[in-house]
């Protein structure tokens, strides 16, 4: 598709879109009960959009806010269609979504489709008999003869995949807790059902998904045993990866095809839109993205998180994407959420600035994590006080989820503005200096950065349309490339080094108009041969 028919094809709401995470339980309570709630979310929609002062962002994703008995803090839903009431009611919901409105902020709500609670009544009526209405509504299989697992399946969390139910006298299959049960997408019920969570939502005023674990969502038909992982080290691996997961995840044809059903749904007339989870390479992902006629489904691109921050890494890597998916479909990198350490743990804080220059100057949808535009850090959590299930199923091999779910720091106060009470989980402690108070105030800050970018995004159509183009930068710690559309045309340089390095692009005067380095004069002609970047700099500069 040429540039021109891209523009005249009806605008998609996400396409410009900047995307900010809230993750509920920690963004600011209103209850006093130190956990976050959905009123504390409405709190503080100006921080957001709609102010001088507001970040700028254009929807949230919200992590699950159904009712749930919370084994994996709410992707175990007990019902789809309520508001869980420890986060507010379908009142305060819809006052969510007005109020977002005003604030031009749109809503996208989190879909755990592949799994449900235990405690969820269609299981509950699942598990109580085979010849229950809902008796296939999930993954059901008899044991082995010796009465042992069907096959050799392990769940993502550790432990087999498999739990026996004594009252059917059957073993049901979940990829994650066993409070997680797997539902059998291969039974037309369960896919009418699944359809209808996502209209109901829509009809309430959602405007996008972020679709959970898809990759999960079909198996085997025949249940094979998994291949054994020659590479595997039981001594230092996670016992996940043992196995080579050919059977239980990423059945591809089957998930295409619900993905195309699904954009059939959201793109009707609905300008609805879904982000699947997907950890993926590059060509699967571009079969994904294929199979959304109506472009309303694209997968995360989350392969950037397990990259080392180094020039040639990452630059194979985003070219080699975008040529891929070319300018017919619209990508997505993804630089923190709430699966993983934050970018201040695992690339250092000097880096924040300069991986917020990459992420807002790329092609696609940036999905900022909350705290991201701080460079606020995790907190070290005590054994004892580990909330996060996956830990404490596999303990000590670094995954600790915890720490990247810290409560959001407003002020340096006490509980940093975020409760008046002990928090649920503990605050960083960098709170005191890393708070949204205080860089708010200080111009020079990883805050008003995000917000410079997010407005230099949003007026520029080479950022939001426009093609990206690699380019040599000289120096082989600064990534540099172009965005370009007809008559606009914007290029960046990023020093990822600590050092001073110097470019040499042979690119007459340009006009700087963002610079992470305070003493650098903006608006101004400058030489790109032989620019000195100071250690870690990121620059937008204008081309004439
Ligand atoms: C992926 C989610 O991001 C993660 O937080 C959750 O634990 C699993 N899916 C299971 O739903």
Same mark, same amino acid.
């Given at each position: 598709?040429?540039?021109?028919?891209?523009?005249?094809?009806?605008?998609?709401?996400?396409?410009?879109?900047?995307?900010?995470?809230?993750?509920?339980?920690?963004?600011?309570?209103?209850?006093?009960?130190?956990?976050?709630?959905?009123?504390?979310?409405?709190?503080?929609?100006?921080?957001? &959009?709609?102010?001088?002062?507001?970040?700028?962002?254009?929807?949230?994703?919200?992590?699950?806010?159904?009712?749930?008995?919370?084994?994996?803090?709410?992707?175990?839903?007990?019902?789809?269609?309520?508001?869980?009431?420890?986060?507010?009611?379908?009142?305060?919901?819809?006052?969510? $979504?007005?109020?977002? &409105?005003?604030?031009?902020?749109?809503?996208?709500?989190?879909?755990?489709?592949?799994?449900?609670?235990?405690?969820?009544?269609?299981?509950?009526?699942?598990?109580?008999?085979?010849?229950?209405?809902?008796?296939?509504?999930?993954?059901?299989?008899?044991?082995?003869?010796?009465?042992?697992?069907?096959?050799?399946?392990?769940?993502?969390?550790?432990?087999?995949?498999?739990?026996?139910?004594?009252?059917?006298?059957?073993?049901?299959?979940?990829?994650?807790?066993?409070?997680?049960?797997?539902?059998?997408?291969?039974?037309?019920?369960?896919?009418?059902?699944?359809?209808?969570?996502?209209?109901?939502?829509?009809?309430?005023?959602?405007?996008?998904?972020?679709?959970?674990?898809?990759?999960?969502?079909?198996?085997?038909?025949?249940?094979?045993?998994?291949?054994?992982?020659?590479?595997?080290?039981?001594?230092?691996?996670?016992?996940?990866?043992?196995?080579?997961?050919?059977?239980?995840?990423?059945?591809?044809?089957?998930?295409?095809?619900?993905? &195309?059903?699904?954009?059939? $749904?959201?793109?009707?007339?609905?300008?609805?839109?879904?982000?699947?989870?997907?950890?993926?390479?590059?060509?699967?992902?571009?079969?994904?993205?294929?199979?959304?006629?109506?472009?309303?489904?694209?997968?995360?691109?989350?392969?950037?998180?397990?990259?080392?921050?180094?020039?040639?890494?990452?630059?194979?890597?985003?070219?080699?994407?975008?040529?891929?998916?070319?300018?017919?479909?619209?990508? &997505?990198?993804?630089?923190?959420?709430?699966?993983?350490?934050?970018?201040?743990?695992?690339?250092?804080?000097?880096?924040?600035?300069?991986?917020?220059?990459?992420?807002?100057?790329?092609?696609?949808?940036?999905?900022?994590?909350?705290?991201?535009?701080?460079?606020?850090?995790?907190?070290?959590?005590?054994?004892?006080?580990?909330?996060?299930?996956?830990?404490?199923?596999?303990?000590?091999?670094?995954?600790?989820?915890?720490?990247?779910?810290?409560?959001?720091?407003?002020?340096?106060?006490?509980?940093?503005?975020?409760?008046?009470?002990?928090?649920?989980?503990?605050?960083?402690?960098?709170?005191?200096?890393?708070?949204?108070?205080?860089?708010?105030?200080?111009?020079?800050?990883?805050?008003?950065?995000?917000?410079?970018?997010?407005?230099?995004?949003?007026?520029?159509?080479?950022?939001?349309?426009?093609?990206?183009?690699?380019?040599?930068?000289?120096?082989?710690?600064?990534?540099?490339?172009?965005?370009?559309?007809?008559?606009?045309?914007?290029?960046?340089?990023?020093?990822?080094?600590?050092?001073?390095?110097?470019?040499?692009?042979?690119?007459?005067?340009?006009?700087?108009?963002?610079?992470?380095?305070?003493?650098?004069?903006?608006?101004?002609?400058?030489?790109?041969?032989?620019?000195?970047?100071?250690?870690?700099?990121?620059?937008?500069?204008?081309?004439?």
């Amino acid at each position: 598709m040429s540039e021109r028919e891209h523009e005249s094809a009806p605008p998609k709401w996400w396409h410009p879109a900047v995307v900010y995470q809230i993750y509920p339980l920690s963004f600011k309570d209103t209850k006093g009960n130190g956990r976050g709630d959905l009123k504390g979310i409405i709190d503080k929609l100006d921080y957001l &959009n709609g102010t001088d002062r507001s970040l700028g962002v254009d929807a949230i994703w919200l992590n699950p806010i159904y009712p749930s008995p919370k084994k994996d803090h709410g992707y175990d839903v007990a019902d789809y269609y309520a508001i869980d009431p420890e986060l507010g009611d379908m009142e305060t919901f819809d006052l969510l $979504i007005q109020e977002a &409105n005003a604030r031009n902020i749109k809503i996208i709500m989190d879909y755990v489709l592949n799994h449900t609670s235990s405690e969820h009544p269609w299981f509950q009526e699942s598990r109580s008999s085979k010849n229950s209405p809902r008796s296939d509504w999930y993954i059901w299989l008899d044991p082995k003869p010796d009465g042992s697992a069907p096959n050799n399946w392990v769940s993502v969390f550790g432990g087999p995949a498999w739990t026996f139910d004594e009252t059917r006298g059957q073993y049901y299959m979940h990829s994650f807790l066993s409070d997680q049960p797997d539902l059998n997408w291969r039974n037309p019920e369960v896919v009418e059902e699944m359809k209808n969570v996502l209209r109901f939502w829509m009809d309430r005023g959602v405007s996008g998904f972020r679709a959970d674990a898809i990759e999960h969502l079909f198996k085997d038909s025949e249940f094979r045993d998994e291949p054994v992982n020659p590479h595997h080290d039981p001594n230092i691996g996670n016992p996940y990866n043992a196995l080579i997961h050919t059977y239980s995840r990423n059945q591809r044809s089957e998930i295409l095809r619900i993905i &195309n059903e699904i954009d059939e $749904i959201l793109s009707d007339g609905n300008q609805g839109f879904m982000i699947s989870e997907t950890w993926l390479c590059a060509e699967d992902l571009l079969e994904y993205h294929k199979a959304s006629k109506g472009k309303a489904c694209l997968p995360s691109n989350l392969n950037i998180l397990g990259m080392p921050w180094q020039v040639d890494v990452i630059k194979n890597y985003i070219d080699r994407y975008d040529s891929i998916l070319g300018n017919d479909h619209c990508p &997505n990198y993804v630089f923190s959420n709430h699966d993983v350490s934050r970018i201040v743990d695992r690339l250092g804080k000097s880096k924040a600035k300069a991986v917020a220059t990459l992420q807002l100057t790329l092609r696609g949808i940036p999905f900022i994590y909350y705290g991201a535009e701080l460079g606020m850090g995790g907190a070290q959590i005590p054994p004892e006080e580990v909330q996060d299930p996956w830990e404490k199923q596999v303990p000590g091999l670094g995954i600790n989820r915890d720490s990247a779910r810290t409560p959001m720091q407003w002020d340096d106060g006490p509980y940093a503005g975020f409760s008046d009470v002990e928090p649920w989980l503990p605050l960083c402690d960098d709170y005191r200096e890393v708070n949204v108070k205080k860089q708010l105030e200080d111009p020079d800050s990883v805050l008003n950065l995000y917000r410079s970018l997010i407005a230099i995004r949003r007026s520029s159509r080479a950022l939001i349309k426009g093609r990206y183009q690699p380019l040599e930068s000289g120096n082989e710690n600064v990534l540099s490339y172009i965005r370009e559309i007809e008559d606009e045309k914007l290029l960046v340089t990023i020093n990822f080094s600590d050092n001073e390095a110097e470019v040499h692009i042979d690119i007459p005067g340009s006009e700087i108009i963002l610079s992470t380095n305070k003493n650098r004069k903006l608006d101004k002609l400058t030489a790109l041969d032989g620019l000195v970047l100071e250690g870690n700099e990121g620059c937008i500069f204008k081309l004439q």
